[in-house]
């Protein structure tokens, strides 16, 4: 069975966040689904709800998740990208979670609705519902239902009432923490329903789940999904995830994703780490991307064979003593970075020799090795500090001590670099330890990311896992705080 099979068992991201990018709109074969997620505006935490449900399909399907947040907890904001032609071009699905009760203009939202008339698949979740209230029925049609409001906070059990595929999993009758449930005015013939619930001021069921034919577009709603602790569900994501796909034609009748969008143990793994739960400045959020996906080495180069393999959701770096690199090998990312914010997991496994990661630079041949590098090195965990490779050797070493005191010799150790200018600032497990700049700006030019399996003449193992970049981050730490009564000086 495939790795979806337990979607119940598993409990998100990212950003990744997932970050921007498209395709075209049938998810090709090897590329994840498309996701378009438009939220922001009055009543809930788009803040914290973006980021449960992107991480949490990606944990379920490859699904990668491009966000649009604006309009702060305004309702009458219109949201930038739809008044682009053809906004929904490249994506595969687009998910309305947004709250703009007071846009009226009728130009407007047909703009947003030709896009799904088109045949871009939709998912609306919420206060969707409640959005663009034009006095026609227009956007109503799209959502499949019509709903003018809702009463109380209550908990409430949704009844299962048709055999669906998005269901598949949930019990029959699946009880609900405290939400809020809609009212429901209006079924539209092309809707079909999939849940309801009794609501107390009605005293009538009410739909709560339901699939839509918008002129032979699929549509997926829901009306749960008030309260983020709700969205964390594992039964909601599981929803969630299986209406999106199921939306864009991509899930089989036994409610697993299909072929080429089932997530290996890795890239699930890989959707849950460490760096993935970072919360990252709002402005950045939509800009992360993940550089390993948990699965193969795609966007990534090097002496692969021996030196370089997966296990999970890690990348290993390892050799015995027969095969020890004489010169550092690197593997490399495809494309070059400027200035960035990287987060990641290293753990040296097995030796003594330190490893680290190699930035603003090239790959360098040095004494038959290809795959060497020439630049910057942040060095973990057995010397810690900065090398510069090939060129001036050590330009700064362990300030003050700090990284060897929060630093872990042979476990895992979570740290940030922060790479803008020519600054390099340095977290280890929570705390500030390295920052300097460069006095030689010349040096600082854009290049690839390398993870250094160092020089050697015994076996040794080093392992990668989480590695989340932002290009072009606000100019702070988001992983740690200098320790107040003594800060870190900067060095140059």
């Given amino acids: 069975m495939r790795s979806y ?102 130009d407007f939202v047909k703009g947003i609705i030709t896009e799904h008339k088109k045949g871009v698949p939709a998912v609306m979740m919420h206060c969707a519902m409640h959005c663009y209230r034009t006095g026609t029925e227009d956007w109503f049609e799209l959502c499949g239902i019509k709903s003018p409001g809702h009463g109380a906070h209550y908990d409430y059990t949704a009844t299962l009432i048709a055999d669906h595929p998005i269901l598949k999993g949930l019990p029959k009758e699946w009880k609900l923490p405290k939400e809020e449930l809609y009212f429901c005015d209006k079924l539209f013939p092309t809707a079909k329903p999939l849940a309801e619930a009794m609501c107390r001021e009605r005293k009538s069921n009410q739909t709560v789940v ?19 602790d709700t969205v964390k569900l594992p039964e909601f994501l599981d929803l969630l995830t299986r209406g999106t796909l199921w939306a864009a034609g991509k899930l089989d ?72 690199p004489k010169v550092s090998t690197y593997l490399l990312t495809t494309k070059p970075y400027r200035n960035f914010r990287l987060l990641f997991e290293g753990k040296l496994v097995t030796s003594e020799m330190h490893s680290g990661v190699a930035i603003w630079g090239k ?81 600082c030019g854009e290049g690839p990311l390398g993870l250094q399996l160092h020089s050697n003449k015994v076996p040794q193992e080093v392992r990668f896992r989480g590695l989340v970049l932002v290009e072009n981050p606000q100019d702070v730490l988001v992983t740690a705080t200098p320790t107040p009564s003594s800060p870190v000086t900067p060095e140059k």
Avoid at 210 to 228: E, L, P, Q, S
Wanted: with cysteine; glycine share 12%.
């Fill in 5 to 106: 099979r337990p979607l119940l068992a598993v409990g998100f991201v990212a950003l990744c966040v997932a970050g921007p990018g498209a395709v075209t709109l049938a998810a090709e074969a090897g590329k994840p689904l498309e996701v378009l997620y438009v939220t922001g505006g009055c009543c809930h935490d788009y803040e914290g709800q973006k980021k449960v449900i992107a991480d949490g399909m990606a944990q379920r399907a490859r699904v990668k998740v491009t966000v649009v947040h604006e309009g702060g907890a305004s309702t009458d904001h219109k949201v930038s990208i739809y008044s682009k032609p053809d906004w929904a071009k490249g994506y595969d699905v687009v998910f309305h979670n947004e709250c703009f009760a007071n846009v009226k203009d009728l």
């Fill in 210 to 228: 339901w699939t839509n034919d918008y002129h032979g577009t699929r549509v997926f709603g829901t009306t749960i999904g008030h309260y983020t």
């Fill in 253 to 324: 009748d036994d409610g697993t994703p299909a072929a080429g969008l089932e997530t290996t143990p890795g890239e699930t793994a890989a959707a849950s780490d460490w760096a993935s739960g970072v919360t990252l400045p709002a402005e950045e959020q939509a800009k992360a991307v993940r550089l390993f996906n948990g699965r193969d080495f795609t966007g990534w180069e090097g002496h692969v064979d021996p030196y370089w393999s997966i296990e999970g959701a890690e990348i290993v770096g390892k050799n015995t003593a027969e095969n020890a």
């Fill in 363 to 443: 790959k360098f041949e040095k004494d038959g090795e290809a795959s060497s590098y020439q630049g910057h090195l942040v060095m973990f965990p057995s010397g810690w500090g900065l090398w510069d490779l090939y060129r001036r050797n050590g330009i700064s070493g362990d300030q003050q001590g700090r990284a060897k005191q929060a630093g872990r010799q042979h476990d895992w150790n979570q740290m940030e670099i922060l790479a803008i200018g020519s600054r390099i600032r340095f977290a280890v497990n929570g705390q500030e330890v390295l920052d300097w700049t460069d006095p030689k700006p010349e040096f």
